[in-house]
């Protein structure tokens, strides 16, 4: 593989359940984020992380979770899926640092029913 | 907080040049970004601008005034390709990128 892939494209999912989405990168890119994007706001960070053990909060973190074993693999967590988490959610990375560019995943459509 | 401002939609003909527009204002600036998404894709790069001026690439060129808050990317001999939003996208003190709504641009014949 080469850049960023996502998994799974879609998935429709019911309330309450718990969904796990998979980021994977073989860039070695020290930092990862998670977006999501909804009509009319753009894309909205979720939680990050600088380097492989460490995560942050983004600007919607509620209801979400992450975890970063390793440099490669950062997958995002929805404990108890919610309607409003219904999005598209888009994985990025970049070398990590300074103002460096990210590069984004090609996303995974979910809906919360 | 971060408020990133960029119209919503602009349409324009094939062969013509378009001017999309961004203005910020944020805690701390360290660059501005612009992406092209096509419909159902991921966000790619196209710029990257962090001091006054402009920045020429191709077809594409992107300016910066950081007194100001403002900048503009340049589509020039527009292509039917090039129908997709664009995202401006600004590096604040913890260089986190917080990103505006986006402008679809639509191409016509």
């Known amino acids: 593989i080469a850049g960023i892939t996502q998994a799974p494209t879609s998935q429709i999912l019911a309330a309450g359940r718990r969904m796990t989405l998979r980021c994977t990168q073989d860039?070695?890119?020290?930092?990862m984020y998670w977006y999501r994007q909804d009509l009319g706001l753009g894309l909205r960070l979720i939680h990050y992380s600088n380097t492989a053990g460490t995560t942050g909060k983004g600007e919607v973190p509620d209801g979400y979770s992450v975890s970063r074993a390793n440099t490669d693999d950062f997958p995002l967590t929805l404990a108890s899926a919610v309607p409003s988490q219904t999005s598209v959610y888009f994985c990025a990375s970049s070398v990590g640092g300074e103002a460096d560019t990210q590069y984004f995943g090609p996303g995974t459509r979910l809906t919360v029913l | 907080g971060q408020n990133i401002d960029q119209p919503t939609e602009m349409t324009a003909t094939e062969g013509a040049i378009v001017q999309i527009n961004c203005t910020y204002q944020t805690s701390g600036f360290n660059g501005l970004f612009w992406y092209q998404q096509h419909a159902g894709e991921a966000p790619t790069f196209l710029s990257y601008?962090?001091?006054?001026g402009l920045e020429e690439k191709g077809r594409f060129s992107s300016f910066l005034s950081r007194s100001k808050g403002y900048s503009y990317l340049l589509l020039k001999e527009l292509q039917m390709k090039d129908s997709a939003s664009y995202l401006c996208?600004?590096?604040?003190?913890?260089?986190?990128?917080?990103f505006g709504a986006g402008t679809t641009v639509t191409v016509r014949a």
């Open positions: 860039m070695r890119h020290n930092a």
């Open positions: 601008n962090v001091l006054d």
């Open positions: 996208a600004v590096s604040s003190n913890d260089y986190k990128l917080s």
